[in-house]
Each structure stands twice: as C-alpha cells, then as structure tokens.
C-alpha cells in the first residue's frame, strides 16, 4: 500500500496544482487553458497552455510571469501543445474561421 499510497498523494497534488494554475492564469486571461501539466523531475514543471488565438512566445513569457511564485520551488518550462493537441472547441474554432 505504501508504494500506492505515494503515486496517489503525488497525483492528487497535480490535480490541485494544475487547478491552481487554472485558476490563476484566469486572472491573467480568461481564455487561457492548462491543456496539461507534468513532472519531469523534482524541480521543474512542464506546463501546456491552449488559447483560442493561439500561443507564441510572448504568451508563454507572460503567463512565467504571472506565476512567477512557482519559480521559488521549480524550474518552469511553459509552451503550447501545437496544433495537433488543441483543445477541440480551439480547434473546431481555427477550422470554421475564415483564411
């Protein structure tokens, strides 16, 4: 049990984390996504965010800024999941809208 007991506190802790993050990018723009949070190791977080108008560097930058609490405890890597990860309604959005 011990063994399990660990991957699930650990889970459940980047459950909260990524809602947190959720929550605090809403601040920031409300139309900022965490399509999905990871850690590679200890002292980093790989976040992935999703937007409606897309993500580039200068949102990326932006959104290390807002969270920079975060850097106190973890090295943080920020970037979008490209266009083959979108979340659906993005996706269905960038399809319907005109070229």
Known sequence: MGLAHFFYARNMKMTDLKQSIQEQLSDLDAE????????PG???LRLFIDHPD???????ERVTRHLNHL?????LEVSSPG???RRSSTTSETKESPQ
């Open 32 to 39: 900022l996504d965490v399509v999905a949070l990871e850690e």
């Open 42 to 44: 200890s002292e980093t």
């Open 54 to 60: 897309g993500v580039d560097l200068a949102l990326c």
């Open 71 to 75: 850097l106190v405890d973890y090295s």
């Open 83 to 85: 266009p083959k990860y």
